[in-house]
């Protein structure tokens, strides 16, 4: 792309243009946040990841990750800009239902 400047009206004329570009760009990246806010919710739904792969059940029955909703519920667009966008969990424990962890016992020499 080239652009020629000749005079200041010029100039303006083609910030204004990019400021456009710029707020349509934040826009369409706080849409795509909000989608995949929903497509997260969904998944919750239908206990199933993005790809359609049912969760593993939980050995107390009943709803997958949803004993209480709070995990659910705490997804929520964090930020989003022209160039990017971030969601985040609010509850603490989200990290380890997404990555895990080790639980070692404190007294005991196995879990029950």
């Known amino acids: 792309m080239e652009v020629k400047i000749t005079g200041g009206r010029e100039l303006i004329e083609l910030a204004k243009k990019f400021s456009q570009t710029s707020k349509l760009m934040a826009g369409f990246s706080r849409s795509m946040a909000e989608e995949t806010v929903d497509l997260v919710k969904d998944g919750f739904d239908k206990e199933s990841d993005p790809y359609g792969k049912k969760w593993k059940a939980t050995a107390r029955g009943g709803e997958i990750l949803s004993n209480n909703g709070h995990l ?6 964090k930020s989003a800009t022209k160039s990017k966008f971030a969601v985040t969990a609010s509850v603490k424990y989200a990290s380890v239902h997404q990555g895990g962890m080790t639980i070692r016992p404190k007294t005991a020499k196995v879990l029950r």
Do not use: D, Q
Request: charged share 35%; proline share 0%.
């Open 72 to 77: 659910k519920n705490g997804i929520k667009v």
